[in-house]
């Protein structure tokens, strides 16, 4: 995660007008109900941040995206960029330079108004960036962005959470909901309520948001937010565990809320040695597999989907195109095993927290074709390069496929072209033209098909659980949805 500083020149001649106004929303958000008022309570598993740089992980990022507003954010329940305190942005011919229009008549919390100099600030706050980010106020609405080289994923990185601006005074945004003064002394039980300030409107002009607050308490144990939900003494969980999922599906006054798919579940090669060394052995491992029939037999298939490939579905570079990573050919991959190892294959797969269900599909899987598979548990909650293969989970942190595909490149990975692909990354992270770069991501994922350094075994989901009586959430897949649309019904 990085941060923004520093100063910049005039804006170069020749720019080029990146995005004006948001096109149609593929995943349009609800019109609210019209039903006004209430406190909706929420549980959370972890202590909420106050300051967007706070803000490390979806669930401490909760109280972050209601209060506080980024110049762009991500369209409800996708992966897609656009403008939120940014109405437009534009790109300089030197693909490093950036001008940001902002909108009028926005205000902080405390009444300031938005404007370039405090968003300038605020983007300066804490530090570097990826190639040395700067920004500076151009006028009195235009704020400069600059980077030291061209950064493809700069957009999806501003519609993070710790990119939410922030004003002069301390804890002040310009969102839906605000933070009381004594917020900072309230770590457990925290209410924020509507601001006179909110500036968003639904598509039919009405005013938003429709609650007038929301309380956050912090239930750290999973039971004790599925408990407290079931009692009624929370009306939204944003994490629920697994093991509470079918008590929330049995109780009529419940309901589950699916985010889309924002992980990949992977099987791993020790690619620097061993029989995963090579190729055909790899291509053989792959035909042994059965996507469909992990994800029917997982223990949330709801939660589960097979994976064509390393990109998330929605994601930047997704190829719809690619319909299975491979097909599934038991008695090919005894064949390709029989030539490339006669003798036989034993080996050892390592898994760790949470995908001991998925090891063991992938065991019974690589029996059937001949190769002889014991599951060991590793000692962490990742099981990453613990032995000749193992399962992990990747979550994507960062709506671009950047996060996800650097995966690929780690110490023991020399051994299949890793030259070619690094390279078209490097390529699509400099890249600033989101089509170009989709295709770059997409000759990255042709590799991985070709050298199989890493086989996408399922897209995992999650949920949160909600009282029937709330209305308009559309989760994010990145968590911390916007509740700016939530209603109560009465």
């Known amino acids: ?50 300051d967007p740089l706070d803000a490390v992980d979806a669930e401490r990022a909760s109280v972050v995206r209601q209060v506080f507003e980024g110049l762009v954010t991500l369209e409800p329940g996708t992966f897609r960029v656009v403008p939120q305190l940014a109405t437009a942005w534009a790109l300089g011919a030197d693909q490093r330079s950036w001008t940001f229009t902002l909108r009028g008549g926005v205000h902080f919390h405390d009444g300031d108004a938005l404007d370039a100099s405090a968003v300038a600030a605020s983007l300066t706050r804490g530090g570097g960036g990826p190639g040395g980010l700067r920004a500076s106020a151009l006028g009195p609405l235009s704020v400069s962005i600059t980077t030291a080289t061209p950064y493809g994923p700069l957009l999806s990185e501003l519609a993070l959470p710790a990119r939410s601006i922030v004003g002069r005074t301390p804890l002040v945004g310009t969102g839906p909901f605000a933070l009381p003064s004594d917020a900072a002394t309230r770590a457990g039980e925290l209410t924020i309520a509507a601001s006179p300030y909110a500036w968003q409107r639904d598509g039919r002009g009405r005013p938003l948001p429709l609650l007038n607050g929301i309380g956050y308490r912090v239930l750290a144990a999973a039971g004790a937010r599925a408990a407290a939900l079931r009692s009624g003494e929370i009306q ?50 792959a035909l042994a597999l ?18 064509t ?65 014991t599951v060991r548990n590793a000692p962490g909650a990742s099981a990453r390069g613990a032995g000749p293969l193992w399962i ?99």
């Open 1 to 50: 995660m990085t941060s923004l500083r520093g100063t910049v020149g005039t804006l170069l001649l020749g720019l080029v007008l990146v995005a004006c106004i948001p096109s149609p929303a593929a995943t349009p958000a609800p019109e609210p109900s019209g039903l006004r008022g209430g406190v909706l309570r929420v549980g959370l598993g972890a202590t909420p941040a106050l």
């Open 236 to 285: 939204l969980a944003e994490a629920i565990a697994p093991s509470d999922i079918a008590l929330v599906r049995a109780n009529p006054n419940l309901q589950l809320l699916w985010r889309p798919a924002a992980a990949v579940i992977l099987l791993g090669f020790d690619l620097s040695r061993g029989p995963f060394s090579d190729v055909a052995t790899r291509r053989a491992v």
């Open 290 to 307: 059965d996507r469909k029939a992990m994800a029917d037999r997982a223990p949330l298939p709801d939660a589960t989907a097979p994976a």
């Open 309 to 373: 490939q390393l990109l998330l579905p929605g994601l930047l570079g997704y190829d719809d195109s690619v319909l299975a990573f491979s097909r599934t050919d038991v008695d090919g991959a005894k064949r390709l095993l029989a030539d490339a190892r006669p003798a036989g294959i034993t080996t050892e797969l390592w898994t760790g927290a949470g995908t001991r269900a998925v090891s063991d599909a992938v065991a019974a899987d690589l029996a059937r074709a001949g190769v002889a598979v």
């Open 392 to 490: 992990e989970e990747r979550p994507l942190a960062q709506a671009d496929p950047d996060a996800l595909l650097g995966v690929l490149f780690g110490a023991g990975e020399e051994s299949w072209s890793v030259g070619p692909a690094l390279a078209l990354l490097e390529a699509a992270r400099a890249e600033t033209d989101a089509p170009k770069r989709a295709e770059l991501y997409k000759q990255v994922s042709k590799l991985v098909q070709q050298e199989i350094p890493r086989i996408p075994l399922l897209y995992v989901s999650s949920a949160l659980a909600a009282s029937r009586k709330v209305r308009g959430i559309v989760p994010s897949p990145l968590g911390a949805a916007s509740l700016m649309r939530a209603s109560l019904e009465r």
